[in-house]
């Protein structure tokens, strides 16, 4: 499952990030600059250390489970 992650400061200094699911790849650093900014611009999200006043970061995670056999038997 691969996800876009924005990252944000707040006030307090501290990161912020949110995810969105199933991100457009490749990703459009364009789209994706303008996008945060907007979030800025018009404090659309709001964390516990105060409004997000800057951007930090952007990244798409991939994450991968790999389930390891254990030989377990099932309880009826």
């Known amino acids: ?3 876009l992650e ?3 400061e ?3 200094g501290k990161n912020v ?3 969105l699911d199933e991100p457009i790849e490749p990703a459009d650093p364009v789209a994706v600059n303008a ?3 907007t979030i800025i611009e018009q404090n659309t999200f709001t964390s516990s ?3 997000i006043i800057k951007k930090k970061a952007a ?3 991939e994450r991968t489970v790999d389930d ?3 030989d377990i038997e099932e309880e009826e």
Do not use: H, P, Q
């Open 1 to 3: 499952m691969k996800r």
């Open 35 to 37: 996008a945060m900014d």
């Open 6 to 8: 924005l990252i944000f």
């Open 68 to 70: 390891i056999d254990l």
């Open 17 to 19: 990030t949110y995810s």
């Open 59 to 61: 990244r798409i995670v």
């Open 10 to 12: 707040n006030e307090m």
């Open 49 to 51: 250390g105060g409004d």
